[in-house]
């Protein structure tokens, strides 16, 4: 009697030790992907080995900033090599699917909070970029394409009405989506740059008509049109962009790795540019593949011709003046600008006057466009051999920060000089140069030197 009571105690206590790990085992099952990557936080892989055998933390910025001055070498080469000619004033629509395959979860917390976060990101940029440019937003949802801002030269009027329509549900429909920009671009005058940039969460479209008719008029209406796919690759979004001279990338996550696909340019599409093919693997996040499309693009043939455009300089509206606004249609107390040509008040610049048409722009607009053409030039990365070598006395301060180039220990460490001034700069000084300042504050105190003896 006491065997088989042994025998069954044991029984019961195995099925119950075998139930609680299936429950455990569920439990991982049922989180999400995010929760997973929280909960197997992976930290020892942030570790590696230094030459002394001490495990030390590693150096993201370090990585961080090698892959920026790859990225800007190759565009540096790029440009050199072929001379090209870039659109400055361009005319961009951001299309942005809000279906109901936004609200997916592998991106953290949902892929439209992802991509509205990073959108708010980009457009601050691109009119950093761009001064001269628009930018009109538009949504997919329900497998209705509809305008949330034309285009216009304001930010904040963008995040603004973005902000206030995240909301995903229904199909998405890519050829409403590119009937609607192209009756909008198709009006844009010659010596403006008509691009379309989607962000496409789906892996359908969901069409009423031809949505090949569609690309070929877009096509014929010179649009470039670019996709970053937030899931698998799509054969339409693929053709699509094969046949506008677009580029067509796929984020795997937010922060992992991405697929980059570059397309031949078709024989029969007339460009300036040669044909290629790559493909990469990179460690790039999702913002950085989105700011990719913030420089201007190259011109294509037809727009790369030059052409004399009218500006007028408008000045400031006297305080306290009511007049009624060109843009909104309403009576506005003080602010705002005065068309040279017909006199008509317009809120914002860059912008085209509602009145007389007359494109209207600052000064500072045009002297931020100006480092398109002549970009700083990259600064070279100086060698391990250079900086042990106690032959040749280096600066010990960043001549931008003036902050110390020597790190604790009297350990060489990174720094990068300019080829022309020959003057020594930290990364983050480079970073902040070749992104915002956009010139060297060696040359430029050189030429100013040269300036003052020349006076004397």
């Known amino acids: 009697m006491n065997y088989f ?30 929760e997973r990557a929280y909960a197997e936080d992976r930290s020892w892989e942030s570790l590696q080995e230094d030459e002394s055998g001490l495990l030390r933390p590693i150096d993201n910025d370090g990585v961080q900033h090698a892959q920026y001055r790859r990225r800007l070498r190759n565009l540096s080469a790029a440009s050199a090599a072929s001379r090209i000619q870039k659109g400055l004033i361009r005319y961009l629509y951001i299309v942005i699917d809000l279906s109901r395959a936004a609200s997916e979860r592998d991106f953290k917390p949902s892929r439209m909070a992802v991509v509205a976060k990073h959108v708010e990101a980009f457009i601050r940029e691109f009119f ?13 949802k329900d497998g209705v394409a509809q305008c949330l801002t034309d285009l216009g030269g304001s ?11 995240l909301i995903c549900s229904g199909d998405s429909s890519l050829q409403n989506a590119l009937d609607l920009v192209e009756g909008y671009l198709c009006g844009i005058p010659s010596y403006g740059h008509r691009e379309v ?9 969901c069409d009423p008509g031809d949505v090949m008719e569609t690309i070929k008029k877009c096509k014929r209406s010179k649009i470039r049109c670019s996709v970053i796919g937030l899931s698998a690759e799509v054969f339409v979004c693929k053709h699509l962009c094969q046949e506008t001279v677009g580029s067509y990338t796929i984020a795997l996550n937010e922060a992992r790795q991405l697929c980059h696909i570059s397309f031949p340019f078709p024989t029969h599409f007339p460009h300036s540019l040669m044909s290629y093919i790559s493909f990469s693997l990179s460690q790039f996040h999702f913002k950085d593949l989105l700011l990719e499309h913030a420089p201007p693009p190259p011109a294509i043939a037809e727009f790369a011709v030059g052409n ?5 300089f408008p000045q400031r509206a006297a305080e306290g003046v009511v007049s009624i606004c060109s843009c909104h249609k309403e009576a506005k107390v003080g602010g705002g600008y005065i068309c040279p040509r017909c006199k008509a008040r317009v809120c ?30 990259p600064f070279e990365e100086l060698s391990l051999a250079l900086l042990n070598s106690s032959r040749h006395k280096l600066p010990k301060t960043c001549f931008g920060c003036q902050q110390s180039l020597v790190p604790s220990g009297n350990r060489p460490g990174l720094r990068v000089a300019c080829p022309k001034c020959k003057q020594h700069f930290c990364l983050d000084c480079d970073i902040y140069m070749h992104e915002s300042l956009h010139n060297c504050p060696g040359c430029e105190s050189l030429r100013h030197s040269k300036t003052v003896n020349n006076i004397e």
């Open 5 to 34: 009571t042994n025998n069954h105690v044991e029984e019961r206590r195995v099925a119950e030790e075998k139930e609680d790990e299936d429950d455990e085992e569920g439990n991982e099952n049922d989180m999400e992907a995010w």
């Open 128 to 140: 950093d970029q761009n001064p001269l440019s628009h930018i009109g937003l538009v949504t997919i």
């Open 155 to 165: 930010p904040d009027s963008h995040i603004k009405a973005l902000m206030g329509q």
């Open 197 to 205: 940039l989607l962000l496409y969460s789906a892996l359908t479209t």
């Open 308 to 312: 004399l455009i009218k500006m007028g």
């Open 348 to 377: 914002e610049l860059p912008t085209e006057c509602r009145i007389c048409g007359l494109t209207l722009v600052s000064s500072p607009h045009l002297a931020r466009s100006y480092h398109h053409l002549f970009p700083i030039t």
